[in-house]
C-alpha cells in the first residue's frame, strides 16, 4: 500500500499519511469460524480469476457481529454473493471489504480479478520466469481474494486450478491432487484438496513448466510419502541435495521429536524471483533457488550447508508453524524461534556440533546483537507494529531460537522432549500463543518459568560482569547482570540467566567437570572450594546464554583458554576475546608500543597454538582462525569510527600474516594437496585454505596473488575457486582484473553464481570498492526487479564497512538512492536496507550526522510504503 501526503496540508510541513499501529493487546477473536474454503483460478499471467467460496459460521467464542470484514489489497473486486444471491449492500473500509450477514451460518462467494506480471512485490500470485507462484505469508493472500486473512482463521481447502496446459503444465497446489484432467482449447485443469486445516499464510499455488526429481519416503508409522523437487529443466542435475537434505530432516524429526509427516506428498518448487529464503506452505514449500541448487562447481560447501539447513527449516515448520500455528503476528517466534532452534540441533547433529553452534553464534552478533542496541529493537514478542514484513528479524529468529535453546539447557535434553510433546498434543490443530509454548514447557518439563517470561518481554542484549577473586582456597565469583534501556523501554528487570561453567587448573590443564549456573537476580556471588591457586573460568560454555560477558580476567588466562579449553565454543570465544579486547585498546586512546607489543603477543600465542595444533580438525582450526568481524567490533564500541576501526584489524592481520607467514604458506599447501570430497575433513581443508589466503593476503599482498591466481585456477570447485577470488577481488592488479572475467564468462547465464560474483566485488577489500558498486549497478545483469541480485550487490555493500562508511557520506548516499528506487517496486526488500542507516547513533558525529541526513531525506520522499515508513521513522525516533 502507498502512503500519500494529505493534499490538504499542502502548505504544512510534508508529512506522510502514518500508517495505523496494531498493538499486541487489542486482540480479539474474529467473530466468523471458516470451516472451508473453496476457490477456482483461471490462471494467466497477465490476468487471474478468482472465485472464492466460503462457508462462515458464527464464532461462539467471539462478539456478535453483523458482518464479516474480509481483507483486501489491490485485487479488483468483481462481484459479491451470498448464499447464492448477488449482492450490493457491500461496503469498503479502506482496503477492506464488509459484507452484511444476519443469520449464523452462510456461503460467501467472491469473485475477483489480478494481474500476476505486473505484481512486482512478490507477495500474493506472481509471475517468475513465465511461471506462476505464490507468497501469502505474512499478509500476502489478500493480494488474490478479499479473506479473513489473519493466522487464526483455520480452514480446510479445495482448489481447482485451470489453465494453458502448453504454458503451466504443471499444476501445484497444497495437500493433495484428487483429479485432473483436460479441457477445450489446449486447457487443462487439476484439483487439490488440502485436509489439514490453515491459515490463509499456508495457501500455495504453482503453475508453470517444471520437472522434478522424484523420491519417496516411507514414515516411522509406514505411510510412503512421495517427494519432489520442483525446478526449470536445465536445473535438475543440482537438485540431489536438497532431495537428500528433505530426506534426512524427515527421517531426524521423527528420531528427536517424534513428529512424522501428515500427507502422502510433499512438494518442493524452487523460484528465481523470491523476497527471502523459503516458505514453509502446506504439503506445497516454495523456496528462493539459492537454497535448492546446488553442485559442487557452482556452490560452496557453506551453501551446500545453508540449503541442507533452509529445507529442514520450512519441513520442521510443518509441525511448528502449520500444526500448531500463531494466534497473531506478535506470536511469530513461537513458530520462528521454535523452528530456528529445531533446524539449528538438526544441522548439529549432521554437520558437527561445535563449528555449528560457532557459526550461529557468530550470526547472532553481527545480526541480532545491533539490533537490540540499535533503534529498531523489539522483544522477541513484539508488542506493536506498522507492518508486520519487519519483524521478520534476527531478533524473532534467532534471539528466539536462544531463548528456547536456554529452556532446553535447563531443563536438559529429555524433559524437554517430554515439554514438546506436550505442546504439540496440546495445541495441534490451533492457534497458539507464546505463553501456550511457555506453560508446556514448564507442565511439561517441571520448570518454574515466571521470571522466565521477561526474556519474551524484555528487549535488548543483557550483559553479564563478571570478576574472579581467589583467597585461601576458596575462588570467588560475582556475576552482575544488567539489560539496556531500548527505545519505549526505559527500564527493566533482572532476567534468569543460565550459563554452563567450569574452572581450570592451571597447572594442570584440566577442570573437575562443568556445572550449569543460573543467574536469577541483579548480582550473584558464588564460591568455589579446593583451589590452592586461582583456577581459570570458562563462562558460557556453549554459549548457553545470549550475553554479551564482560570479564575482567589477565590476558594470560584468555590465551590459556583459546590454546586449551577442553569446550570448543568456549576455545573459540577466549580467542574472540583476546582479539576484540586487544583491537578495542587500540582504538580507544591507543596503545603505548609496549601495551601493543604485549596484545600483539598474548594473540601470536594463541594464533600460533592453533595453526599448530594437530588434534584440532580443520574445520574448527578454520573457525578458530576467523578474525571478529567489524561489524561485532563496532558493537563494543560506544562510539565506533568504522575507518579506524579498519585499519586496525587489518594491521593485525597483516602483522599475524608476517608473524607466521612460512607456517601459512606450509599450511596453504597441506590442505591444498586434499582432493575435493564432501567428506568433512576435506571441508576443513578447504576452509583453512582460504583462511590461510586471507592472512598472507594482508601480509605480502604481491606473493600471495600469484598463491590465490593458482588456487582459483586449480580449483575443481567453488568453494577454492570464490575463496581465490575473494581475495584477488581485494586485490591490485592483473591477476584481479583475469580472474573476475574468467568467472563471469564462465558462468555467464547461472543466475546464482552470478549474484556471487556481485557479491565478492562489492564486498572487497579493495580500495575503490564503492566505485565498483556503482559500476556495477549500471552492469547490464543488474535489475532492481529480483531480489537476490538486489541483494548480492546492496547487502553485500551495506555489510562492507570500508566502501559503505566512506568518510565522504557516498555510501549512505548510494544505499539511500537504492532505497528510494527499490521501494515503489519492492517495499518488502527496499525496507530491509533501512537498518544499515540506522545504526547513527552508534557512529562517530560526522559519519553520524551523514547517516541521518540520508534518513531524512528517504522520509521526506512524496510516497512511501508501509514497510519503509515505519522502518526510517523508527530509525530517525
Ligand atoms: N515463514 C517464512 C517467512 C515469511 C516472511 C514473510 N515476509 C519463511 C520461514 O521463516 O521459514
Ligand atoms: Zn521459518
Known amino acids: 500500500m502507498d502512503v500519500a501526503r494529505n493534499p490538504e496540508m499542502a502548505d504544512a510541513a510534508p508529512t506522510p499519511h502514518e500508517p495505523p499501529v496494531i498493538r499486541r493487546e487489542d486482540y480479539t477473536p474474529f467473530p466468523w469460524l471458516v470451516p472451508e474454503t473453496r476457490l477456482h483460478f483461471d490462471l494467466g499471467l497477465e490476468a487471474t480469476r478468482v472465485v472464492s467460496k466460503l462457508t462462515v459460521a458464527r464464532n461462539a467464542k467471539a462478539h456478535r457481529v453483523d458482518s464479516i470484514r474480509l481483507n483486501g489489497d489491490g485485487a479488483e473486486l468483481a462481484s459479491v454473493k451470498v448464499d447464492g444471491e448477488p449482492i450490493s449492500d457491500w461496503t469498503m473500509d479502506g482496503d477492506d471489504l464488509i459484507v452484511p450477514l444476519s443469520g449464523d451460518a452462510h456461503e460467501i462467494e467472491i469473485a475477483t480479478e489480478i494481474a500476476p506480471s505486473a505484481n512486482s512485490q512478490l507477495m500474493g500470485l506472481y509471475a517468475s520466469n513465465g511461471m506462476l507462484c505464490t507468497q501469502c505469508e505474512a499478509e500476502g493472500f489478500r493480494r488474490i481474494t478479499f479473506y479473513p486473512d489473519r493466522p487464526d482463521v483455520l480452514s480446510t481447502y479445495r482448489v481447482r486450478m485451470e489453465g494453458d496446459a502448453q504454458q503451466f503444465p504443471i499444476l501445484l497446489c497444497n495437500g493433495n491432487k484428487e483429479t485432473e484432467g483436460a479441457l477445450d482449447g489446449g486447457r487443462h485443469f487439476a484439483e487439490w484438496h488440502d485436509p489439514w486445516p490453515k491459515p490463509s499464510y499456508l495457501f500455495a499455488m504453482v503453475a508453470g513448466d517444471l520437472v522434478a526429481n522424484s523420491s519417496t519416503f516411507t514414515t516411522m508409522s509406514g505411510r510412503q510419502v512421495e517427494l519432489n523437487v520442483w525446478v526449470r529443466e536445465g536445473d535438475l542435475p543440482r537438485t540431489e541435495h536438497a532431495m537428500e537434505s528433505l530426506k534426512k530432516s524427515m527421517q531426524w524429526d521423527e528420531e528427536v521429536f517424534g513428529r512424522e509427516y501428515d500427507l502422502d506428498l510433499f512438494n518442493i518448487v524452487a523460484v528465481s524471483d523470491f523476497n527471502m529464503g523459503a516458505m514453509e506452505n502446506k504439503g506445497l514449500n516454495v523456496f528462493n533457488t539459492k537454497y535448492v541448487l546446488a553442485d559442487p562447481d557452482t556452490a560452496t560447501d557453506a551453501d551446500f550447508d545453508a540449503i541442507e539447513g533452509v529445507i529442514a527449516h520450512e519441513y520442521f515448520h510443518n509441525w511448528s508453524g502449520n500444526r500448531v500455528t500463531c494466534r497473531d503476528w506478535f506470536q511469530l517466534s513461537l513458530k520462528e524461534g521454535f523452528t530456528v532452534l529445531r533446524d539449528q540441533l538438526f544441522s548439529q547433529d549432521m554437520q558437527g556440533e561445535a563449528v555449528k553452534r560457532i557459526e550461529d553464534v557468530r550470526i547472532l552478533r553481527s545480526a541480532q546483537f545491533p539490533e537490540d542496541s540499535g533503534p529498531l529493537a523489539h522483544p522477541i514478542r513484539p508488542d506493536s507494529y506498522r507492518e508486520i514484513s519487519n519483524f521478520y528479524t534476527a531478533t524473532v529468529y534467532n534471539k528466539g531460537a536462544e531463548v528456547i535453546r536456554m529452556m532446553r539447557s535447563m531443563a536438559g535434553p529429555k524433559a524437554f522432549r517430554q515439554a514438546t510433546d506436550l505442546y504439540f498434543d496440546r495445541h495441534d490443530g490451533e492457534a497458539a500463543t507464546c505463553e501456550d509454548f511457555v506453560k508446556a514447557m514448564e507442565d511439561g518439563a517441571g520448570l518454574d518459568l515466571s521470571q522466565f517470561r521477561l526474556w519474551y518481554s524484555q528487549a535488548g542484549t543483557p550483559k553479564v560482569d563478571v570478576t574472579l577473586s581467589h583467597e585461601g582456597d576458596i575462588a570467588t565469583l560475582t556475576l552482575r547482570q544488567t539489560v539496556p534501556a531500548t527505545p519505549g523501554q526505559p527500564a527493566k528487570l533482572p532476567m534468569p540467566i543460565p550459563l554452563r561453567i567450569a574452572l581450570f587448573d592451571r597447572e594442570k590443564g584440566t577442570h573437575a567437570g562443568e556445572q550449569l549456573i543460573v543467574i536469577d537476580r541483579a548480582e550473584k556471588v558464588l564460591s568455589f572450594e579446593g583451589f590452592a591457586a586461582a583456577p581459570v573460568l570458562s563462562i558460557n560454555r556453549g554459549y548457553t546464554a545470549p550475553v554479551a560477558i564482560e570479564r575482567h580476567v589477565p590476558r594470560e588466562d584468555l590465551v590459556f583458554l583459546a590454546a586449551q579449553d577442553d569446550d570448543s565454543f568456549a576455545r573459540y570465544e577466549a580467542m574472540q576475546e583476546l582479539v576484540v579486547g586487544h583491537l578495542v585498546a587500540a582504538l580507544g586512546d591507543g596503545l603505548s608500543d609496549s601495551d601493543r607489543e604485549a596484545g600483539q603477543e598474548a594473540i601470536a600465542s594463541a594464533f600460533g597454538a592453533i595453526i599448530a595444533d594437530e588434534a584440532l580438525d580443520d574445520s574448527m582450526r578454520g573457525e578458530l582462525m576467523m578474525?571478529?568481524?567489524?561489524?561485532?567490533?563496532?558493537?563494543?564500541?560506544?562510539?565506533?569510527?568504522?575507518?579506524?576501526?579498519?585499519?586496525?584489524?587489518?594491521?593485525?592481520?597483516?602483522?599475524?600474516?608476517?608473524?607466521?607467514?612460512?607456517?601459512?604458506?606450509?599450511?596453504?599447501?597441506?590442505?591444498?594437496?586434499?582432493?575435493?570430497?564432501?567428506?568433512?575433513?576435506?571441508?576443513?581443508?578447504?576452509?583453512?585454505?582460504?583462511?590461510?589466503?586471507?592472512?598472507?593476503?594482508?601480509?605480502?599482498?604481491?606473493?600471495?596473488?600469484?598463491?590465490?591466481?593458482?588456487?582459483?585456477?586449480?580449483?575443481?570447485?567453488?568453494?577454492?575457486?570464490?575463496?581465490?577470488?575473494?581475495?584477488?577481488?581485494?586485490?591490485?592488479?592483473?591477476?584481479?582484473?583475469?580472474?573476475?572475467?574468467?568467472?563471469?564468462?564462465?558462468?555467464?547465464?547461472?543466475?546464482?553464481?552470478?549474484?556471487?560474483?556481485?557479491?565478492?566485488?562489492?564486498?572487497?577489500?579493495?580500495?575503490?570498492?564503492?566505485?565498483?558498486?556503482?559500476?556495477?549497478?549500471?552492469?547490464?545483469?543488474?535489475?532492481?526487479?529480483?531480489?537476490?541480485?538486489?541483494?548480492?550487490?546492496?547487502?553485500?555493500?551495506?555489510?562492507?564497512?570500508?566502501?559503505?562508511?566512506?568518510?565522504?557520506?557516498?555510501?549512505?548516499?548510494?544505499?539511500?538512492?537504492?532505497?528510494?528506487?527499490?521501494?515503489?517496486?519492492?517495499?518488502?526488500?527496499?525496507?530491509?536496507?533501512?537498518?544499515?542507516?540506522?545504526?547513527?547513533?552508534?557512529?562517530?558525529?560526522?559519519?553520524?550526522?551523514?547517516?541521518?541526513?540520508?534518513?531524512?531525506?528517504?522520509?521526506?520522499?512524496?510516497?512511501?510504503?508501509?514497510?519503509?515508513?515505519?522502518?526510517?521513522?523508527?530509525?530517525?525516533?
Open 627 to 877: 578474525l571478529p568481524s567489524q561489524t561485532y567490533l563496532m558493537e563494543q564500541m560506544l562510539v565506533a569510527d568504522p575507518g579506524r576501526i579498519h585499519v586496525e584489524r587489518e594491521s593485525l592481520k597483516a602483522w599475524l600474516g608476517n608473524r607466521f607467514l612460512s607456517q601459512l604458506e606450509a599450511l596453504h599447501d597441506r590442505v591444498s594437496a586434499v582432493p575435493y570430497s564432501m567428506e568433512s575433513a576435506a571441508r576443513g581443508a578447504r576452509k583453512v585454505k582460504t583462511q590461510a589466503l586471507v592472512y598472507l593476503a594482508a601480509a605480502a599482498p604481491e606473493a600471495t596473488a600469484e598463491r590465490a591466481w593458482d588456487q582459483f585456477n586449480a580449483a575443481d570447485n567453488m568453494t577454492d575457486r570464490q575463496g581465490a577470488l575473494m581475495v584477488l577481488a581485494g586485490l591490485e592488479g592483473v591477476d584481479r582484473t583475469n580472474a573476475l572475467l574468467d568467472f563471469y564468462n564462465r558462468y555467464q547465464g547461472n543466475e546464482l553464481v552470478i549474484d556471487k560474483w556481485f557479491t565478492l566485488q562489492a564486498l572487497s577489500l579493495h580500495p575503490d570498492a564503492l566505485a565498483h558498486v556503482k559500476a556495477l549497478a549500471k552492469h547490464k545483469d543488474f535489475t532492481l526487479r529480483n531480489p537476490n541480485r538486489v541483494r548480492s550487490l546492496y547487502m553485500a555493500f551495506a555489510g562492507n564497512p570500508h566502501a559503505f562508511h566512506v568518510a565522504s557520506g557516498e555510501g549512505y548516499r548510494v544505499l539511500a538512492d537504492l532505497i528510494l528506487a527499490l521501494d515503489p517496486i519492492n517495499p518488502q526488500t527496499a525496507a530491509r536496507f533501512v537498518p544499515a542507516l540506522g545504526r547513527w547513533r552508534r557512529m562517530e558525529p560526522g559519519r553520524a550526522a551523514l547517516m541521518r541526513t540520508e534518513l531524512e531525506r528517504i522520509a521526506a520522499a512524496e510516497t512511501l510504503s508501509r514497510d519503509t515508513f515505519e522502518q526510517v521513522t523508527r530509525s530517525l525516533g
